[in-house]
């Protein structure tokens, strides 16, 4: 849910002018690819392996230059993680 009390409020990206609740549609689509495939997310400086969710992978996307025009999401970001983008329209 990207509208979660647990992350709803938090800046989506970089751009500081939408939240998580008001644009996460996609991240937290992308969360749930994630967690289906049991993927932890390494976050942090110490990059502690944490569950997927709207937040987590929003920060994750922070730390990895994984937004583009500030909160939007480039498609290639999540290479790394296994879960790789091979064709939308």
């Given at each position: 849910m990207q509208c979660d009390p647990k992350w709803a409020d938090k800046?989506?990206?970089y751009a500081g002018n939408r939240t998580i609740c008001m644009s996460g549609c996609l991240i937290s689509s992308v969360a749930m690819a994630l967690n289906d495939c049991q993927?932890?997310?390494p976050i942090g400086v110490s990059k502690v392996q944490t569950p997927a969710d709207p937040?987590?992978?929003n920060q994750w996307l922070q730390e990895n230059n994984g937004f583009e025009d500030g909160y939007g999401f480039k498609w290639n970001s999540t290479n790394?993680?296994?879960l790789v983008w091979e064709r939308f329209s």
């Open positions: 800046m989506l990206g993927v932890m997310l937040g987590t992978i790394s993680l296994g």
